[in-house]
């Protein structure tokens, strides 16, 4: 039987009760308070119909879409703020000065080997080459091996390399390349420089001296055009790289090469004797993390042995060998005032027999 309130057919299934009734499709649905709040139309009450007569229901105003001002004052500050932190970063004055790094400035010898007899010479370079000790040499790069390679306690086994190759780079730049040799140009050597030795290497050129610091003749290896030009540009080459990590933050490189030219007179005819002309190179190279990473060098010490030389040659801006038939005349060194301050003593070496063809 049905209960007191039932009708006698039971809870029609659309009723309140029904099984399949419309209050559990609707039993999900929550309207709480914001929902109603919410609502485009609201439900007048029942004063406000009485005494205005209104419609059952109002259009309530739209909710304002967008961002409130709080949030874009709030946004506005993280964006000021945000710029304030980088501006304080670019112009931070721990950043302005740049670190010392402790450039020193190029130490150069330069030292005239001079014959103690005629310069020998022949028609044919490759005579020179073969009756003389260079007849073993490579040619060009060939000559210039970079020695086996590994990592240190400070720098990778990349790091050692680059700086390697960029020593290997700056002696086939500065005694290799036909318009350096000539005087046409310094500007590849210039770009292997560090930055902090450039005002040295430029004065070297402009004004150069032999003082020990401003010689041209101590950054790379360059002939008179006047007076001199190669008779084969297969300039013969032996030597040997060694590298070493002496702090936490340098590798040093130091490379011992012989360079062996065939020089006749500017403007000489095909048939003119050629002669051989041997400058022997003593480079030791410094390199910090910042000289790796832009290709460059430090330069501390430059030893350079050239013949043959007369003795009182002035070898500041050029090399002005003496040529095939040529003597040095008895000439001393170049004469030294001990009084004079900021000059080098004046050295000069004997060429021995040995080191010249036997032709």
Not at 192 to 214: A, I, M, N, Y
Not at 229 to 256: K, M
Request: net charge negative.
């Amino acid at each position: 039987m049905g209960g007191p309130g039932d009708p006698p057919e039971g809870t029609p299934d659309s009723g309140p009760g029904g099984g399949g009734g419309s209050e559990d499709e609707y039993r999900s649905v929550v309207f709480d308070e914001s929902f109603v709040k919410a609502a485009r139309l609201q439900e007048f009450s029942a004063r406000e119909r009485i005494t205005d007569h209104a419609p059952a229901v109002r259009r309530t105003p739209a909710l304002r879409r967008g961002l409130t001002r709080q949030a874009v004052v709030l946004a506005v500050l993280i964006v000021v703020a945000f710029g304030t932190a980088i501006y304080m970063g670019v112009r931070s004055p721990y950043r302005t000065t740049p670190v010392a790094r402790g450039t020193e400035p190029l130490r150069m010898t330069v030292i005239p080997l001079a014959p103690d007899r005629a310069v020998p010479g022949a028609v044919s370079t490759g005579d020179l080459y073969e009756h003389s000790p260079a007849t073993q040499f490579h040619v060009a790069a060939d000559g210039i091996a970079l020695p086996t390679t590994k990592r240190t306690a400070h720098f990778s086994d990349s790091q050692v390399v680059t700086a390697l190759t960029t020593a290997k780079d700056y002696l086939v730049d500065s005694s290799l390349d036909p318009d350096v040799l000539t005087g046409g140009t310094a500007r590849p050597v210039r770009m292997l420089v560090d930055p902090q030795q450039l005002g040295q290497f430029d004065e070297s050129f402009e004004k150069p001296v032999t003082d020990g610091r401003h010689a041209a003749t101590g950054w790379l290896v360059r002939f008179d055009p006047a007076q001199t030009e190669l008779a084969d540009p297969h300039i013969r080459v032996q030597g040997t790289l060694h590298f070493a990590e002496t702090t936490a933050d340098t590798l040093e490189v130091s490379s011992d090469h012989t360079f062996v030219y065939a020089l006749r007179p500017a403007g000489a005819p095909d048939g003119a004797k050629a002669s051989l002309f041997t400058v022997r190179r003593e480079l030791h190279f410094r390199f910090d993390r910042e000289d790796l990473r832009n290709h460059q060098a430090e330069l501390l010490v430059s030893y350079v042995q050239a013949g043959p030389l007369a003795c009182a040659a002035d070898t500041a801006a050029y090399l002005r060998p003496l040529l095939a038939g040529q003597t040095a005349k008895e000439d001393g060194p170049a004469g030294t005032d001990p009084y004079a301050t900021g000059s080098a003593t004046a050295l000069c070496g004997a060429l021995a027999p040995s080191a010249e063809p036997s032709v």
